[in-house]
């Protein structure tokens, strides 16, 4: 499957974000879906993740209650709808798919990554 990721951009503190990333090639429906990030410096760290159907999410505690993923199968697109950012989240936003059981929580896990969406915010 293929990932393409759109939607970043620089904000301030406080603003919202959306990003989305679209799959080709393969049966979307069958990929459980998650979201990462790099900032300069650091590991790729787990942000949300979804089931194939969407029926479930997970965050890292950075961006729980902040953070929400979505899915839309019939569009073969997940969203990570960012609110009230913060300057620590500022980084390299990538999407990732994996056939296998659950989202992970660790980029070894998944198989096929989108190029990353830069995500600036300011102070």
């Known amino acids: 499957v293929q990932l393409q990721a759109s939607g970043g951009g620089l904000v301030q503190t406080g603003d919202s974000l959306r990003l989305s990333c679209a799959a080709s090639?393969?049966?979307?429906?069958?990929?459980?879906m998650g979201w990462f990030r790099q900032a300069p410096g650091k590991e790729r760290e787990f942000v949300a993740g979804i089931t194939r159907s969407g029926g479930a999410t997970y965050f890292a505690d950075s961006v729980k209650g902040r953070f929400t993923i979505s899915r839309d199968n019939a569009k073969n697109t997940v969203y990570l709808q960012m609110d009230s950012l913060k300057p620590e989240d500022t980084a390299v936003y990538y999407c990732?798919?994996?056939?296998?059981?659950?989202?992970?929580?660790?980029?070894?896990?998944?198989?096929?990554w989108g190029q990353g969406t830069q995500v600036t915010v300011s102070s």
């Open positions: 990732a798919a994996d056939r296998v059981g659950l989202p992970q929580r660790v980029p070894s896990a998944y198989n096929y």
């Open positions: 090639g393969r049966t979307f429906s069958n990929y459980n």
